[in-house]
């Protein structure tokens, strides 16, 4: 017979340093799922290799629902750049939890007002992401295939590096979140030319979709163990995600972060998870040879 999740403390591990927004999301989760389960959460930090430790590490957990993780696309870049040992499929998906799309922006000195706007050029567009390797940086690739375009690929520290280089008129363009980008697109420094999904935060610009161009990968945050998991256990923290999820304090926190509480669960969650390894994966794979 399986344990109830109220009989021992249970672990969240979180792949990165504090301070984040995955290090955010867990510990705006640890308050209302101790209420729920009646028992001790804790939130662990073990960063390393861009997620390879933490996840690691949790993989080399029992697999009993007592110790889990923050699943992302990182999960499926780590395996296409060959930089992890394990594969999406080591790990038991028990919920997403948020979703939010990559959007792409440009100078407005360029004039662009869409994606058409972008395809039409008759030069390589210089698009700039945050991170080698980076999910942000796989978007980009698939920008590119899915525009048809050449591309000069521009590499950046981070968001607000990338961003300033946009702004500056360095490069073309830039891939990143929603979050990172909204404030400089409503000032009108950044112009908004598609998202990969709808945003709360970006609701005037169109995405990639409606704009007739079939790219809709979305970022996403959830919890996942080590495979093998009970299907009671997994139940148990189904039943109180469902509860958490409607916790004032976490849906504040999320709007902060920019990402929309857009839960999924079982069959639904297992194709969201299969579809998005087939589009990050290969193109994961594309940028070590």
């Known amino acids: 017979m399986a344990q109830s999740l109220s009989d021992r403390t249970i672990k969240i591990v979180v792949p990165y340093s504090a301070g984040g927004g995955n290090d955010s999301f867990a510990r705006a989760l640890q308050k209302p799922l101790e209420e729920i389960l009646n028992t001790s959460v804790t939130v662990q930090n073990i960063a390393g290799g861009g997620g ?10 029992r697999a009993d629902g007592f110790t889990v993780t923050i699943p992302n696309n990182a999960i499926f870049t780590l395996q296409g750049m060959g930089n992890a040992t394990f594969e999406y499929d080591d790990f038991d998906y028990i919920a997403r939890v948020t979703a939010e799309p990559y959007v792409l922006t440009s100078n407005p000195q360029l004039g662009w007002q869409g994606l058409d706007d972008v395809a039409a050029s ?7 992401f945050p991170g080698v390797g980076s999910s942000a940086h796989i978007m980009a690739v698939a920008i590119v295939e899915g525009l048809g375009i050449e591309a000069q ?6 968001d607000a590096d990338a961003l300033a280089a946009a702004m500056g008129g360095h490069i073309d363009a830039v891939v990143t979140a929603p979050i990172a980008v909204a404030s400089a697109v409503e000032s009108g420094q950044l112009t ?8 709360a935060l970006l609701s005037g610009v169109p995405t990639f979709i409606d704009q007739g161009f079939d790219v809709t990968t979305l970022q996403w945050r959830g919890i996942a163990a080590p495979s093998g998991l009970d299907d ?7 039943d109180a995600l469902q509860t958490a999820l409607d916790d004032p304090e976490f849906q504040q926190v999320m709007s902060n972060l920019g990402a929309d509480v857009a839960p ?9 998870v299969e579809r998005t390894a087939a589009n990050m994966v290969p193109l994961a794979q594309q940028l070590r040879q």
């Open 264 to 272: 999924l669960y079982g069959d639904e969650l297992d194709a969201f």
């Open 122 to 128: 008759d030069t390589p567009v210089r698009i700039g």
């Open 192 to 199: 908004g030319l598609g998202t990969t999904g709808e945003s």
């Open 52 to 61: 390879v430790v933490g996840y690691t590490q949790v993989l080399a957990a």
């Open 153 to 158: 690929m521009v590499p950046y520290g981070g």
């Open 232 to 238: 009671d256990i997994r139940q148990q923290w189904v």
